[in-house]
Each structure stands twice: as structure tokens, then as C-alpha cells.
């Protein structure tokens, strides 16, 4: 009985031995697969002081997500950011104009490279000058343009150091216009995304320079630094930067379903690595948009078919007491008596601490917002139809001055027959959103009234937003073509141009 007992024992022992070994390699597969994921996200960090990074929302200021974000490292050719920022603002003061010609000097010609090696007592146009900072990066060009503005370079820099602080970078100071190696210049990924934000919303138009991809000067082609521009989608700008004492730097910039992003990387050890990890970063952050829903963007789940409203709204007082259209839809959906006034729903749609002495007129309002998030139809005596989109519901709102004598009740407003076709007038300019409709209305009224003439003519859209915290709303204003969105966004503080389609 010895020798099976024996044989059988050796085959439980090449058994289990078996089992073993395929458990161990099930374990390394385990922990290589964990390895692989985890490294990019948290391991880009790990033993480099040079590192910081963030994510912002560029039109809430949102964090969404930040690694020494307030550590003071090396911005590198981050810094002609500031310059060109110095720059649109010169322009936009009337100092200059994008044909004003720059003087190169002796001190500029003086740069290490990267430089576009133009000869001293040359000159360059401001738009030139621009896009060899946005592309070629060019170290004499920053040089110059901080002489044209400041008379020399080290009085320009605390220029910059100055409008810094304005812009609440606190952890920032200046020495040169063009970010080479000094001790003293330093930054933070959090300044860095608050000077873009301040380009993107506040400069839209010149922020366009950002997206340059190559520039031709003096038969010399200059490819954009910005190679991630390439192969990222959504992405539009913004700027490299690379010392040895920071390592590969880039604030960048990507917009995806009308949500845009600003991501800043500091110490990266190769370019290559700097793009991936910055790719990752914002892939991240739109994720989290998505999930999140912040209050700024959420999108509104109304189906396909649910109807956009159209409505010119007079001053309550003159619709008198009309009894036109009495098929008791009036009277169902828009009585304006005490106890719906202070429904708990018209006091989330209206805004608490509100002061706004056309209550009457936003309770309506929100009472076709109601009507139409619910699907209910709404009298036509009030309202008619109009197809604007399948993603939202919005209230396309115009104020109409009371007419002397009684009037009638609103009447749907035909587009001019003069309009440019839809495709041509695509776009609007969003202002904000907001808690309150009384602020939403002001915020738009205050726009309006900040534009010029030939851009104050657009159509006011409020688009009413169902959260988890209450209703807010966004206030845009549409009828613009893509140029003039970002020409009338140039002309205001808080501004976003966005698609409608």
C-alpha cells in the first residue's frame, strides 16, 4: 500500500505546487496592472520639487483639480503671458495698434535663443511681435515690446509684477519680460491659471493668437511649441515654457461641449511626459465636469420635443382684465394670485432676498419656464411656440415699453426679415448664471448696455436650470455670428462666447 500512497502524494504535491506558482503570476499581473494605472496620476509627483499642476474651470474659476498649486517655482516663457497680456492691453488703451511698428535694440539682440535674431535698430509690427511670442517664443521680441511699453525691460517687469497683483497672483514676481533663468522670477500653477483665465475671458479675440500653429516671417516658417495643440482635442492654446531650473512648463487651454478648461503643469522632465500628464489632467477634469455637474453647466434633461419659448412680455398693469382667450388655460396655468407667489417653487425661481419691482414680470417668466420644463401648454395668449434647439429650454426674453394706451396682451415677435440665416447668427455671448433671475436680468441689462451700438442689438436667452441645489440661470445673449461673439465678449469683464448648435 506504500508505493500508490506515495504516488499519490507526489500528485497533490505537483498540484498544489501548481496552484502556487499560477497564483503568483495572477498576483504580479495584479499588481503590474495597478502599477500601470496608478503611476500616471500620482506618480508624475513623486520625487520632483519642481512639480505643480491644476485644473480650472475658465469661466466659474472652479478647481477641479490641484497639486502644489501655490508652490513658487520657475514660470519660465510662461511669463510672456504677462508680456502679451501688457501688450492687448496697450492696444486695447489705444497706446498702439496691431500695425504700430517695435524697435529691435541692441539689448534685445543681446537674447539667447529662442529669438527670431532680427538686427539691432530693425523693427516689427505689434501683430508680428505677437505671434513670434504665441509660436517661436522669441526671447528678443519679448525684450522689445517690454522696451516699447515700460522704456526699459526692467521697469516693465515690475510693470508686470504690479498688474500681477491686480490679478490676485499673489505668489508671482518679475524680473524679465521673457521668462529666462533669474532667481526672483517666480510663480505658481494657480497664478498661472488665473493670468490665463483673465486672457481667455477678458481678451477672447486676441486669445485667438494662442491658437497659432505655425508663422511665417521673412521667409522663415516657425512652428507653435504647442505641439499637445495637435493631438488633443478641443484644444486651443495656450504656452510652453522650458528652463533648466523649472523643467518643461505649459499652460494650456481645451474646450469640450461648451465647458473650457485650463490646465497648468510645472516641472515636467520631458516635454513628451509634460503633454501626456497634461492630457490626463484634462482629460480628468471633463470627466468630472461630467459627473459633477457643476452649477455653471449643468445641462438641462429635457427631452427632444419639450418646447422653447418665445415671448415678448409687457407690463402686467396694462393686460387689464382681457377676457379673450377665456378656455380656462389662462386660469390653470398663470393666475397670478397671492398663494402662488409664494409657492416654494416660485421662491427658488425667483430668488430669495430678491428686490425687483417687476416681481410680477419674473414670476411669469418662471411660470413659463415651469410650463414648459413640465410640458404643459402655454396660452397662446401669452405665448407662442418657436423651436430654438433640443438641449435646453430656453426663454428667448424681450422687454417691451408700454405702449400709451392700453395694451394687449404680448404678442409673439417675428424675426426681422432682414435676419442673417440661422447658420450665419449661430452663436451667443454668456454672461453668467446665476441663483437669482433678478441678477440674471441685471447681469444682461448691464452687458447690453456696455456694448456698443452695433453689437447691443442681440436677443436676450435665459435659460432656466433644474439642480439639486435649486434653480439657477443662465443669461446669454444671442444673434451674433462667431466674430461678433468674440468682439462683443472683448468689450466685457465676464464673458463666454458660445455655439448654439
Known sequence: MSQPMTRA????????????????????????????????????????????????DAQTGQILS??????????ASLTKIMTLLMLFEAVERGELTLQSKIRISRHATNMVPSKLGLSEGSTIKVEDAIYALVTKSANDIAVAIAEKLGGSERNFAKKMTQRARELGMSQTTFINASGLHHPQQISSARDMAKLARTVITRYPSYYRYF??????????????????????????????????PSGFNLVASAVRRNTRLIGVVFGGRTSQSRNRHMAELLDQGFAKVE???????????????????????????????????TDGQ???????????????????MIGEGDSDPAVSRRIETGLIAIAALKGEEVPEKYTQIASLGHDETVMVVHEVKPSPTPAAAPQFLK?????APADEQAWAIQVGAFASRDKTDRMISKALAELPAHLSGGQALIAPVSTAGGWIFRGRVSGYTRAQAFEACSYLKDCLPVPLH
Open 9 to 56: 502524494s507526489r500528485f497533490f504535491i505537483q498540484i498544489v505546487d501548481i496552484k502556487r506558482k499560477i497564483s503568483c503570476i495572477l498576483a504580479l499581473a495584479l499588481i503590474f496592472s495597478l502599477f500601470v494605472t496608478v503611476a500616471p496620476r500620482h506618480g508624475y509627483a513623486k520625487g520632483n520639487p519642481r512639480y505643480a499642476s491644476i485644473v480650472m
Open 330 to 348: 389662462a386660469t390653470k396655468w398663470a393666475q397670478l394670485n397671492p398663494a402662488v407667489q409664494t409657492e416654494d417653487m416660485f421662491s427658488r
Open 291 to 325: 459627473e459633477s455637474t457643476p452649477v455653471a453647466e449643468v445641462k438641462i434633461p429635457v427631452p427632444p420635443r419639450k418646447p422653447a419659448i418665445l415671448v415678448a412680455l409687457q407690463s402686467l398693469g396694462n393686460m387689464g382684465d382681457s377676457s379673450e382667450g
Open 211 to 244: 491658437s497659432t500653429k505655425n508663422f511665417t516671417y521673412a521667409g522663415h516658417t516657425h512652428r507653435n511649441h504647442n505641439r499637445l495643440m495637435e493631438t488633443y482635442i478641443g484644444m486651443d492654446g495656450m504656452k510652453t515654457g522650458y528652463i533648466q
Open 415 to 419: 424675426p426681422p426679415a432682414t435676419a
Open 66 to 75: 490641484q497639486n502644489n498649486p501655490d508652490k513658487r517655482l520657475h514660470p
